[in-house]
């Protein structure tokens, strides 16, 4: 499957698979490489949804439905605070 049409669920996925077998399998040197390559397109594409995502939520936020501090009270009932 071309990784741009992948959803972020998809790609994030298949990444996490690539790193579990880039850290458990003894695999040849071009192998790992060629793992790596595709990994780094997996993230710079799930990086992508991301931003995407946060410039939808700033345009909604900006567009005075909501407020940060409606924001933050939505996080904390949520336990989301780290």
Same mark, same amino acid.
């Given at each position: ?9 998809? /790609?994030?996925?298949?990444? *996490? ?35 995407? /995502? ?15 501090? *409606?924001?933050? /009270?939505?996080?904390?009932? *949520?336990? *989301?605070?780290?």
């Amino acid at each position: 499957m071309d990784i741009n049409k992948m959803s972020y669920e998809e /790609a994030i996925s298949k990444l *996490e698979t690539l790193i579990e077998e880039l850290e458990n399998e003894e695999c040849p040197l071009e192998d790992s490489i060629s793992k790596f390559r595709k990994g780094i397109h997996l993230y710079n594409h799930c990086n992508s949804i991301l931003k995407k /995502a946060e410039g939808e939520v700033k345009i909604i936020l900006e567009d005075g439905t909501s407020s940060l501090s *409606e924001l933050d /009270a939505l996080r904390e009932t *949520e336990n *989301e605070y780290y």
